[in-house]
């Protein structure tokens, strides 16, 4: 059975919480059959990471971009990839696709770059396989509570 990985679950309830009426039309995280007859992505080089690993994990979550201000979406996956670039995550963060950039460890330090990656009403957040079973918080300021 597919299950979505621990860090994954853990991002998604934590931008839920402090985003309470934000607009979930976009959110998503299991594939369909589009996503799993794509090729060149996934753990494997193959599929989707929305769609499960071997090990039944999903490995990637999509995130409305509508948080209820203005910036706060731009803000939040900028913060994360910072988050990332910083080692704080842990490993878990595999890449950030967001109004047609990629940020990842792969190029350019975790800073967004390049065009045509598409997710211009989402944001598209891939997991490691290290996010299995690590649902440690992600400790981003735009997601401390007000006071």
């Known amino acids: 059975m ?5 860090a994954g679950v853990t991002l998604r309830n934590q931008v839920n919480l402090r985003f309470p009426r934000r607009d979930k039309t976009s959110d998503g995280w299991i594939g369909d059959n589009a996503h799993a007859n794509r090729s060149g992505w996934g753990l494997n080089g193959k599929g989707s990471y929305h769609n499960p690993a071997p090990s039944g994990y999903v490995h990637a979550i999509d995130i409305d971009e509508d948080f209820g201000a203005p910036g706060d979406s731009m803000k939040f996956a900028k913060q994360l990839a910072e988050y990332c670039r910083l080692g704080l995550d842990n490993g878990r963060i595999a890449h950030i696709v967001y109004e047609n950039q990629v940020a990842s460890a792969t190029a350019d330090n975790w800073k967004f770059r390049g065009s045509g990656y598409g997710h211009t009403h989402h944001i598209h957040i891939s997991f490691t396989a290290k996010a299995d079973k690590d649902g440690s918080k ?7 509570m007000p006071r």
């Open 2 to 6: 597919a299950r979505l990985c621990a």
């Open 138 to 144: 992600f400790l981003l300021p735009i997601l401390k």
